[in-house]
């Protein structure tokens, strides 16, 4: 676009082309006077190929060495991104590597944070694309892929390279690359979670709140080789183990690992489980053990989850480990702490409730994890479930006389199928006998209330 241009933000179904520098911070490090010059070519060729086809950059949304363009037609959005990396591999760069950049097309719907800059899932969605692309490639979504694919002849095409989980996004992507004449091929695996070995478990429901938890703990893994996550059942602890391996999946070359150990009875089985969930072949005991240390090589993350019914010959298992195996990290879930040499615990907390108070507007009681977990749930259930004037206090008590413990709040909201939220909290002054009936199946919460009688049942 001319500098003069009035910016016009395309809205509605969109496709946005996103991308960024391989490498620039290292380059920007070793050889700042030629990362200079080249970023200026770099700028050129990207905003000649986004005006050609129509397309425009909200001029605050890129960051560093990245663009953000967004394009009426998705077909649009692809040829600019061919014809930039084409003009980028034929340029004489000024740096002693060439200047390569990745790019990803995605089409959703276009959301605007104001009158210049996007904001919403689609342009997050693209964002996750670009980062598992690599510097030359050209990364297209389905929907973008769906939209475009006609409109090419024989001048581009499209590859097949799977699906593929973004990060922070529960559903997969179908990713297509685009080949064509004067396009970089040849490339390895997608660079996304899937391409690290794991058999972490998929999350059927949404992970709600534990943000800063959740930076906590991974911040604590890249520090600790043993990190033993504690708190009362019911309190959160395994979904937060889940997500913080997810997070820390991209940085682990040789894998993460999901071991439960709620369904052992014996301690002699740990480490056989350990075994079977890492494709170790062994038996039980010693031999397992052994065969464990002579494959677990390389950087990788273990999840022991529930160790508190067998903490002592867990301890004893992750102590060998720890000692034998240099690179393996350790993230375990436990009501009380394992007891081994070198480990840190980390106690998890309730889910914040609001503040007793008559006069929170909607809006503020919605912040609050624990009530955008009850809403999360309730709608599972009752999909037109929402806060109100009504509901919305009547919610925020219900969290509170919960104290914010995630399967309480869980077993509650799931009893909007047949009660309103004012029966459920007049029930909970009662006896929280009243929640006992919900449909989550998982280890209830002791607590001096009297929480331990949530035993689940079968769905009414």
Same mark, same amino acid.
């Given at each position: ?91 004489? @760069? ?71 989980? *973004? ?8 990713? @297509? ?74 940085? *682990?070359?040789?894998?993460? @690992? ?92 309730? *889910? ?109």
């Amino acid at each position: 676009m001319d500098e003069g241009s009035t910016l016009a933000l395309p809205t509605g179904t969109i496709a946005f082309l996103l991308t960024d520098v391989e490498q620039s911070t290292r380059s920007w490090e070793a050889e700042p006077d030629s990362m200079l010059a080249a970023m200026k070519e770099h700028n050129r060729i990207l905003a000649a190929a986004v005006s050609r086809r129509g397309g425009v950059c909200p001029p605050a949304q890129g960051e560093g060495d990245s663009i953000v363009a967004a394009f009426a037609r998705a077909s649009d959005a692809v040829l600019a991104a061919v014809a930039a990396q084409r003009a980028l591999a034929a340029q004489r @760069w000024p740096t002693s590597r060439p200047i390569r950049v990745r790019m990803a097309v995605h089409a959703g719907e276009a959301r605007l944070l104001d009158d210049g800059n996007y904001a919403g899932h689609a342009i997050i969605r693209t964002a996750r694309l670009r980062a598992i692309a690599q510097g030359g490639q050209i990364l297209v979504s389905a929907s973008a892929h769906d939209l475009a694919v006609d409109q090419f002849g024989d001048t581009v095409d499209f590859r097949d390279l799977g699906d593929h989980r *973004l990060k922070d996004l529960e559903r997969p992507e179908r990713v @297509w690359q685009v080949v064509g004449s004067g396009l970089a091929d040849g490339f390895g695996p997608v660079a996304s979670p899937d391409h690290h070995p794991h058999n972490l478990p998929l999350e059927l429901t949404s992970y709600v709140g534990r943000a800063d938890e959740t930076r906590t703990v991974a911040r604590l893994m890249a520090s600790e080789r043993l990190v033993t996550v504690t708190g009362a059942g019911g309190a959160g602890k395994t979904r937060l183990a889940l997500r913080v391996a997810n997070e820390l999946l991209d940085s *682990l070359a040789a894998g993460a @690992w999901w071991i439960e150990l709620a369904p052992l009875s014996d301690g002699v089985e740990v480490p056989g489980a350990i075994a079977r969930a890492t494709g170790v072949k062994a038996e039980t005991g010693g031999e397992a053990l052994d065969a464990l240390v002579e494959r677990l090589d390389g950087p990788r993350l273990m999840v022991l989850d529930n160790c508190e019914h067998l903490v002592i010959p867990v301890a004893a298992v992750v102590d060998h480990l720890l000692r034998r195996c240099p690179e393996l990290r350790i993230l375990a879930t436990s009501r009380e702490p394992l007891g081994v040499d070198g480990e840190l615990t980390w106690r998890i907390p309730p *889910l914040g409730v609001p503040p007793a108070s008559s006069d929170m507007t909607i809006e503020a009681i919605e912040q609050h994890d624990a009530v955008r977990l009850f809403v999360d749930r309730a709608k599972r259930v009752r999909p037109n479930f929402h806060l109100d004037d009504r509901t919305g206090p009547v919610v925020a008590d219900i969290c509170r006389r919960l104290e914010g413990i995630p399967l309480a709040v869980e077993l509650a909201a799931s009893r909007c199928r047949s009660l309103h939220p004012e029966r459920i909290r007049d029930g909970l002054v009662e006896s929280l006998d009243l929640l006992t009936g919900g449909t989550c199946h998982t280890t209830p919460p002791t607590d001096p209330r009297g929480l331990h009688r949530l035993e689940p049942r079968p769905v009414e």
